[in-house]
């Protein structure tokens, strides 16, 4: 059996209707598991107090923002390269999740940046970068719809995607590229042989694998519903109907 | 509830957006889903009567 099988749009959403009812159940319980625990059954931090709670929803989300423009990235190198129109209706379905992501991302920072470092906002580079990446999303998204032919539309938004790239990496490694900025080194890394103390990092991790799961879960449903609404301009094309 | 202390609004706030957010994506694909499946059967319906 092939990867490329599933470029085929009847294959991709007959196995996606199996498994999304899976990956959906799955993505609420760690959700639901992972921010009762956090929230309610961990410790505060000594030096944040409560705030270190949010780090729950901020470290995934953030996480999700860089890997869903690096998920787009792959599928539009394979629109680019093999011309699947289900990899480039993917990266598009992947857009606006990545933007919420962001959004999520930018907004707890500031939630937590008011009370530690005294101001919602900083230019520092890491920030700076994210907020470029969220805009990068907003552009990505506005030229799908803003050009009429899809495969044009396929073309560009990939090579848009391949720049925005740039900033993706950014995002993930401004603090080590720049340390002039107040944003801490990163929470994770495989480095490392203890990232944070296990009472916190036992639930970060499921919710790390919440917003993982929930973010294939939305991508798999709007990719089979941007496969759908392809077809539909398509038969109302040949029927001289558009 | 726990204790949050003088973080109360920060906590609640990252919460509650977070929430808010989530629930948006995924009740507007939800919609979506839903409203273009059913495009997709009443064209491939009329298209099916017609060819």
């Given at each position: 059996m092939s990867l490329w099988e599933y470029a085929n749009p009847v294959k991709f959403i007959r196995t996606t209707d199996k498994v999304l009812p899976w990956i959906w159940t799955f993505a609420v319980v760690a959700l639901v598991v992972g921010l009762v625990w956090g929230f309610f059954f961990t410790p505060d931090d000594f030096r944040q107090g409560s705030t270190v709670k949010i780090i729950y929803i901020h470290v995934p989300s953030a996480l999700m923002a860089i890997n869903a423009w690096l998920m787009m990235l792959v599928a539009s190198l394979v629109w680019i390269v093999r011309r699947h129109h289900v990899s480039a209706l993917a990266a598009r379905a992947a857009a606006p999740v990545g933007a919420v992501m962001t959004l999520i991302a930018l907004a707890t920072g500031a939630f937590w940046g008011?009370?530690?470092?005294?101001?919602?906002?900083?230019?520092d580079p890491r920030l700076t970068s994210f907020l470029i990446l969220f805009l990068f999303y907003l552009g990505y998204m506005a030229l799908w719809e803003a050009i009429e032919d899809d495969d044009t539309a396929a073309d560009l938004t990939s090579i848009l995607c391949l720049v925005g790239s740039v900033f993706a990496i950014l995002s993930r490694y401004a603090v080590n590229f720049w340390n002039q900025g107040l944003h801490q080194g990163?929470?994770?890394?495989?480095?490392?042989?203890?990232?944070?103390s296990d009472v916190f990092w036992f639930p970060l991790l499921v919710c790390i694998a919440g917003f993982v799961l929930l973010f294939i879960a939305l991508v798999f449903l709007r990719t089979q519903t941007e496969i759908r609404a392809r077809r539909t301009r398509a038969l109302l094309a040949r029927e001289g109907q558009v | 509830m726990p204790e949050l202390g003088k973080y109360a609004v920060a906590v609640l706030g990252s919460y509650g957006v977070t929430v808010a957010l989530l629930a948006l994506i995924v009740l507007v694909s939800l919609k979506r889903a839903r409203k273009v499946r059913a495009s997709l059967d009443e064209v491939e319906r009329w298209s099916g009567k017609n060819g």
């Open positions: 008011q009370p530690m470092w005294g101001t919602w906002w900083a230019w990163a929470t994770l890394s495989l480095d490392k042989e203890e990232n944070i | -």
